[in-house]
């Protein structure tokens, strides 16, 4: 009895540290050959330590920790069953230390990795690539415009390698625009178009090594995750950076900045292309988790930021022109200007806060432009995952119509505008309105189609519904 519950206790303890059953599923040896074996000690991968000695399934130790081991209990004479609560280690406890997502997979063989390398005739031309991008975001022409040309550029560079003397810069964006302009479902809908790897970092997190909070590495590391803990996918892949400008340089500051200009002297070797050492399944390298390198030199960085305040610091540069005389520009010149991002320049970010170094390494800048409330209507209903059609089809499955008048989608964009957050507050506004038919729909079966009116929208009215049985009858009439 009491084996019995020994064997229990090891499984329930071997499940808490994998997080899954202490039996192993059909098939797992194969998909555990994809990975790379680690040391236990070092963490580094065996394509790094050399050979590794297996001490037990799951554990092994590379022969440089196994020498610094024996040289320690040899020349320390360390005897640790004189020590007081210590007793010796079962090594096949110790097997599922480290989950076995935190691997890193094993690089192809030379001949195998040419047949999968890019293929320059399958990246999408730059026309292609915008009207796919077309199909998915609303307006922003020149923006995506400017991205479907650098990314063209950028996936040509990796195809094409380095096959001659003349090598090719890497073409990392610089996206500008005010917040719920589109500049993150811009930058998901282009990897989905592609089928790379994104990764989606905040910079607010981000501070120098040895602070709280994330390291510069586990940008990367995100990279790999999403990877599929795949090195040779994740160096062609796209890192995406929100928030950029809350990095910039603290003005008038007695402290150390250790989340604004550092990081982005941190940031440049990344940008630029290094080789970079960062941690597998895990922000920070302290953790208990294998390390792998990196090369930065084919990942597309795109940076992001709304940059608040770049419009004073434009309207400062603009109205050093006005002067006194008839032609001279007016101080308020440029005060109702709707997209004063457009006139930005290097010079302006500078004095933002950007250190020259780091806007260096991000040659291309693009600006989108705020939405308006034309816009906002056809974001509501055009594009191919809209909103509306998102809501049409829950209902659908309950066999209800969902409509919605012109008038009625004016009324959304306009409360969209008063509340200044662009088009993530078409979402806000429509999950409050939608909620009592949500909740009330799948009471009454012969509700047949709801269709949303300007009135319901103010609060000064109901939705319209129609009953199942007055349907048939208007198909019939048709």
Do not use: W
Request: with cysteine; charged share 30%.
């Amino acid at each position: 009895m009491q084996d019995k519950d020994y064997q229990e206790n090891q499984e329930n303890e071997k499940e808490e540290l994998t997080g899954e059953p202490g039996q192993n599923p059909e098939g797992e040896q194969e998909k555990e050959q994809d990975y790379e074996k680690y040391c236990f000690l070092c963490r580094r991968p065996e394509s790094q330590a050399g050979k590794l000695i297996t001490l037990t399934d799951g554990i092994s130790v590379c022969p440089e920790c196994m020498q610094k081991t024996m040289d320690t209990l040899q020349n320390g004479n360390l005897d640790f069953s004189r020590m007081p609560g210590i007793s010796m280690i079962n090594l096949s406890d110790l097997q599922n230390m480290m989950p076995r997502q935190q691997k890193v997979k094993k690089k192809k063989p030379k001949a195998e990795e040419k047949q999968e390398s890019f293929d320059i005739r399958s990246i999408p031309a730059p026309h292609k690539i915008k009207a796919s991008l077309d199909e998915y975001v609303i307006s922003q022409d020149y923006a995506k415009k400017v991205i479907s040309v650098a990314v063209y550029n950028h996936y040509k560079r990796v195809a094409t390698g380095t096959q001659d003397e003349i090598e090719i810069e890497k073409s990392n964006i610089l996206m500008l625009g005010p917040t719920g302009s589109g500049k993150t479902y811009l930058v998901k809908t282009l990897a989905k178009l592609l089928d790379v790897p994104l990764a989606i970092a905040d910079a607010t997190s981000l501070t120098e090594a040895g602070y709280i909070g994330d390291d510069i590495e586990s940008v990367i590391s995100k990279l790999l995750a999403a990877a599929d803990n795949d090195v040779e996918k994740a160096e062609r892949g796209i890192v995406f950076i929100d928030e950029i400008d809350k990095i910039a340089k603290k003005k008038d500051t007695h402290h150390r900045d250790v989340s604004g200009e550092s990081v982005q002297q941190g940031l440049l070797k990344l940008l630029e292309g290094a080789e970079v050492e960062v941690p597998v399944g895990a922000s920070s390298k302290n953790a208990m988790v294998p390390l792998t390198t990196v090369n930065t030199r084919n990942i597309l960085f795109i940076c992001g930021g709304a940059f608040p305040e770049l419009e004073t610091v434009i309207k400062e540069r603009l109205n050093q022109k006005s002067s006194m005389g008839f032609q001279a520009d007016l101080k308020d010149k440029y005060d109702k200007e709707p997209n004063l991002l457009a006139k930005v320049t290097v010079e302006d970010l500078r004095n933002f806060g950007m250190i020259p170094e780091f806007l260096g390494r991000l040659p291309i800048i693009c600006t989108l432009e705020p939405l308006d409330r034309e816009k906002l209507v056809r974001i509501l209903k055009e594009p191919k995952n809209a909103i509306l059609k998102q809501y049409q089809k829950l209902l659908a499955l309950d066999e209800v119509q969902l409509e919605f008048d012109d008038d009625a989608l004016e009324a959304i964009a306009g409360e969209a505008m008063r509340r200044d957050t662009g088009a993530r507050a078409l979402r806000a506004i429509i999950e409050e309105f939608m909620l009592d038919i949500m909740y009330e729909i799948p009471k009454d079966d012969n509700i047949g189609r709801v269709t949303i009116t300007r009135e319901y929208i103010e609060h000064r009215g109901g939705p319209l519904i129609a009953m199942r049985g007055v349907l048939k009858l208007e198909q019939q009439e048709l």
